[in-house]
């Protein structure tokens, strides 16, 4: 299967959104077309107009996720020309999506990665490659300023997968917000 990413199509986006929002609640063995098409207020056979299949519309959810928060960051960063100020733009973009507006897709690809068959993974893993190279980037020039340790790679791996496990602890009517989570994570993260 190949790997179409949601069009501007405003019927398919709100499908898109709808369907990441059941895999995330209801997880996506359990989410039937039905449901999608019930949630959506329309026949679950019409659904296929729009997608051929239901791993369709899951690798649909995932590359809407990760397609938007790399271009969030991406140009986040194209604003940015202090080391310090591009590892803060890391943290924020990331928390800001992660637990904003694209928190039920980014979550169905974190925690439904197993039902995505073995033709449609490579197709995410370029995409999430794409995401991870600009946190590799900006983590190699932050080490070479001498604001975080030399291994990079780890720590990348490291941050992301804390940074991922926020939407199982982070609560929105905390006294923390998304943004000081952000600048506390990174502090944690900056050599003193």
């Known amino acids: 299967m190949s790997l179409t990413l949601p069009e501007d199509n405003t ?4 499908l898109v959104r ?3 929002r059941l895999f995330r609640d209801q997880g996506y063995e359990r989410t039937t077309v039905r449901d999608i098409g019930t949630a959506a207020g329309m026949q679950s056979g019409s659904l296929f107009y729009h997608f051929r299949t239901k791993e369709e519309i899951l690798v649909a959810v995932m590359a809407l996720g990760i397609t938007r928060t790399t271009e969030q960051l991406a140009a986040a ?3 940015e020309n202090k080391p310090l100020e591009r590892v803060r733009a890391l943290f924020h973009v990331h928390l800001n999506s992660l ?3 694209n928190q039920a897709a980014l979550e169905v690809m974190l925690y439904e990665w197993r039902s995505v068959s073995s033709e449609s993974r490579p197709g995410l893993i370029v995409l999430r490659d794409r ?3 600009l946190w590799q980037q900006v983590l190699d ?4 300023a001498g604001l975080v340790k030399a291994n990079t790679r780890l720590l990348r791996r490291t941050l992301l997968g804390s940074l991922h496990w926020t939407v199982q602890w982070y609560n929105r009517s905390g006294t923390l917000g998304v943004a000081e989570l952000a600048d506390q ?5 900056l050599k003193d």
């Open 99 to 101: 637990l904003g507006e």
């Open 11 to 14: 019927r398919r986006m709100e």
């Open 77 to 79: 960063l194209a604003r």
């Open 141 to 144: 020039e932050a080490a070479a």
């Open 131 to 133: 995401y991870e190279a």
């Open 18 to 20: 709808i369907a990441a």
């Open 185 to 189: 994570i990174m502090a944690l993260t």
